[in-house]
């Protein structure tokens, strides 16, 4: 009698950058459900998540706005939550992120989430920047200031939070180019700020 063998999947944590329009989004909604998208662009960058789903309900909480998507029979495979500065002079999504991630371990694992996207990083910056020129430090006469704050805490977020989460990660990043000054070749990274668009890959087992 043939036995039935139990696979275990490893989870993975995958950092995607690419050019706009290069379907990074798409590649991460392909990731198993149910998914957890903390998502920093702008609402219409959501189609290819919410395509997947049955149906979808649109809700406010604590937070700001949160999408949810359902597959044909009823179960919650997709929980979109929008960070937004609408009026980047009166930041709120940073802040707003920051109070969230106090407890996204434990939701993760009350939630059964399989997968967690983060969309993306260059929009995660401009909002931690806002946060930094208008809120945390609007008196500052040097703007070195802004970007060594957001850099510092991007790092904490990115390389050292997410990094530590006990399921499937997909980070989602745009590209920098940069001319090599020794050998002349262009170098392509994710585009983050300071030396974190160089050591941030270390922190993942996987890119694309």
């Known amino acids: ?119 993306s990083v260059t929009y995660m910056n401009y909002a931690c920047f806002n946060q930094q020129k208008y809120e945390m430090q609007p008196t500052a006469k040097d703007p070195r200031k802004w970007y060594a704050a957001v850099a510092e805490r991007l790092t904490e977020m990115l390389a050292i939070r997410f990094a530590y989460l006990n399921c499937n990660v997909v980070v989602i990043a745009h590209i920098d180019e940069k001319e090599d000054e020794v050998h002349g070749r262009m170098l392509f990274n994710p585009a983050c700020p300071g030396k974190l668009s160089k050591r941030l890959p270390a922190g993942f087992g996987e890119m694309y």
Request: proline residues 6%.
């Open 1 to 119: 009698m043939a036995k039935l063998l139990k696979v275990l999947r490893q989870i993975i944590h995958v950092l995607v950058y690419g050019d706009a329009g290069a379907k990074k989004s798409t590649l991460a909604s392909t990731f198993p459900s149910p998914k957890l998208v903390l998502m920093f662009d702008p609402p219409d960058k959501c189609g290819p998540f919410v395509r997947r789903c049955a149906s979808i309900k649109r809700a406010k909480w604590e937070y700001g706005r949160v999408t949810k998507g359902y597959n044909k029979a009823g179960k919650l495979v997709l929980r979109i939550e929008h960070y937004e500065d609408t009026n980047p002079r009166k930041p709120r999504a940073y802040k707003n992120f920051m109070k969230r991630v106090s407890h996204l371990n434990e939701d993760i694992e009350r939630w059964g989430i399989v997968t967690t996207v983060l969309d």
